[in-house]
Each structure stands twice: as structure tokens, then as C-alpha cells.
């Protein structure tokens, strides 16, 4: 799973929208998908944001939309905030895991009523900075974060020269990291992965020379079974305290994670749209889905057949 809270702080530029089909790729900047909001059609377009956890509920949704109602689905592979202006235009009709993006909310659902809430997603999500469980035994003052400073050297990377290392992930992931480090000052410096898959390579990397590191992480995930975290302990969240990017001095909210509907398939998407709805699984459900996914190699129609296949009970309650 992975995540964003707000986007006032997004990297610049649009990021282009794969369309993923078994005949090529084609850029969704310039040309929507042919099966998106399209009236009558049995056809559903899914945004899969790049992180696991989205993965696995485009996986398991798009396997029961095909093999238990029919319909033909396409998956789009679209950053954060590009997937908004998307699915506010039907070029996609369902976002499945949102992190909570308060401006495009009140922009598209609010204002232009272009897109329509699609209800709870069932997984709780929170972000936060972590460092491996065995340097938290050894050191147990690490977790509160006015004790950071005291660990900076040993935090050090080639990356990070005389500071310690902040480890984010992909630069397109909106995070608070580069003001907390400022405002907290700490003496630190973010880095950036690339990807949420560098980002697992480096702290599995880590974990096996038994370094120290600092990172930028989130739950639910399937690492943590693979490589315990313990999270820091940043100063308290309390509503409003990351209102402002540049001041940001507060932990990350826990966040109820969002479904989204493009408001015409909201309404007239039928069965598709009704199932969408209704799909809601645990952070249980997810993370088994990621680990076949991540770390058994297996391809997200394979996990999402074995999920479904011991799972009955749960889905079919989402059928309409």
C-alpha cells in the first residue's frame, strides 16, 4: 500500500496514463481508453496506482468483474493526482485506493460533481518513518523522534553525505518528509528510492547486512512480515497541523482509505458500478493478495484467483 495525503506538495509535471492491454501501451494523455464511461458497454476501466496494495484490489476486482459478471476490464497505471483529473474526465471510472487528496475532493466531488464517492475500502492506512526492529532493540530511545540527531551518523549513506538518510520512495508520492525534516531540525536528508520496488530492494538490502536506516514506510504492507519496522515517534497529529506544506511539523493521519466513481458510472455503470461499491476486504485481505504478488512472483490474475478461490464467502457479498 502506499500513499498521499495532500497534494498541494506534488512533484511538477503530469505523468503519463498507461493504458495496460495485451496490445500495447498507449499514452491516456492524449487519447481516453475506448471501454471508459462508455454508456451501455459491458466494459470497466480501473485506475492501479504503482504501489502493491493498490495492485491487489485492481486484481482481485478485476478477476470477479470478468469470471463472476461478465465484463470486460482494462487497467490504467496513472500517478496520484493525474488519476483524479482522469477519472473527473471517464477516462477511467474507478479509483480503488485513495489516500485522501482534499483539494481535488472539493474540486470534482463537491464543485464539479464529477466524480462520486464509492464508499470505505475496508484497509486503514498510515504513513510514517520506521527503522528495523533490531536497531530499535539495541536502541530504544531511536522511536521518539528528539533522539534522531543522536543516530544521524550511523543513518549516513553516499546518498545522504555528513547527514543521516531519510529513505521516501517515488518522487511522485506526496509526502511531508522534506518540511518535517526542516521544521524538526533534524539533521537529515531525504532520498528518494525512486520506486516503492527500489525502496523495498534497499531496506531488504539493509535488513540483511543488519544496517541501520530510517524510512519513509507505510501499513498496511506486506514487508513487515518479511523485515519488522518500528515506527518513530514524530510529534502527536492533530487536525489542521498539515494544513500548510512549508510548516508541516506533525506526524501523518491514520486515513480510512476511499474508493472514487466517475459520476456517470456512478450512475448508469450498473452492475459494475453496484459491485465497486460494495467491495470492501480487510487489511488482512490486501496484504495476502500483495505477498503473492510481491514476493512469490505471481502474476496479479494468479493471486487473485487464489484469494478468491478461499475467500467465497467475502466476495460474494459484493455481488450484486
Known sequence: MRPRIRTTSAVAGVAALTLLTGCGAADMTKQASPFANAQGARTVTLSVQSWVGAQANVAVAQYLLEHELGYRVDTVQVDEVPAWDALSQGRVDAILEDWG???????????????????????????????????????????DWKNLDKYAEQMRTAESGDKGQLMDGSPSYVTNDKALVKNLDLDYKVVFAGSEAAQITQIQQFAKEKKPFLTYWYTPQWLFEKVPMTEVELPPYEEGCDADPAKVDCAYPVTELQKYLNADFAENGGDAAEFLKSFKWTTEDQNQVSLMIAEQKLRPEEAAKKWVDSHESVWKKWLP
Open 101 to 143: 487528496h482534499p483539494e481535488q475532493e472539493q474540486r470534482y466531488v463537491e464543485d464539479k460533481q464529477t466524480i462520486a464517492p464509492g464508499g470505505d475500502l475496508g484497509v486503514t492506512g498510515h504513513i510514517g518513518w520506521f527503522v528495523p526492529t533490531y536497531f530499535a532493540k539495541k536502541h530504544p530511545d531511536v522511536t
